[in-house]
């Protein structure tokens, strides 16, 4: 089994910045796609970011390209969203998501099987 924990959430002005943080448990970290997922009060759950188990490529969202980076660290145990030049827009709970080796369809919350608990951002005017 795997347990992933958020971390980073919070209130912040429009144009700052945070970075989430989400810690894994369980089986090898590095074996796992990762992807993080948000929900904004009245819509559906939105892909964010994802980063592969087999080479660490990367996607994104078209509305947060340039502006955020999902980044695995060196023990391989977390992985990050830093958040930049944020917008009234990014204000949602903010969730982690884990799937063992592949996912194909990285942008659909369904292929995941391992979720954390969330975190809220908060992004005022």
């Known amino acids: 089994q795997v347990q992933l924990v958020e971390s980073g959430g919070g209130l912040v002005q429009a144009g700052g910045s945070l970075r989430l943080s989400c810690a894994a448990t369980?089986?090898?970290?590095?074996?796992?796609?990762m992807a993080w997922f948000r929900q904004a009060p009245g819509k559906e759950r939105e892909f964010v970011a994802a980063i592969t188990w087999r080479d660490n490529s990367i996607y994104y969202t078209d509305s947060v390209k340039g502006r955020f980076t999902i980044s695995r660290d060196n023990a391989k145990n977390t992985v990050y969203l830093q958040m930049n030049s944020l917008k009234r827009e990014d204000t949602a709970d903010y969730y982690c998501?884990?799937?063992?080796?592949?996912?194909?369809?990285?942008?659909?919350?369904?292929?995941?099987?391992?979720w954390g608990q969330g975190t809220q951002v908060t992004v005022s005017s």
């Open positions: 998501a884990a799937e063992f080796r592949n996912a194909p369809n990285y942008s659909d919350y369904a292929t995941y099987d391992y």
């Open positions: 369980g089986r090898t970290f590095s074996s796992y796609t």
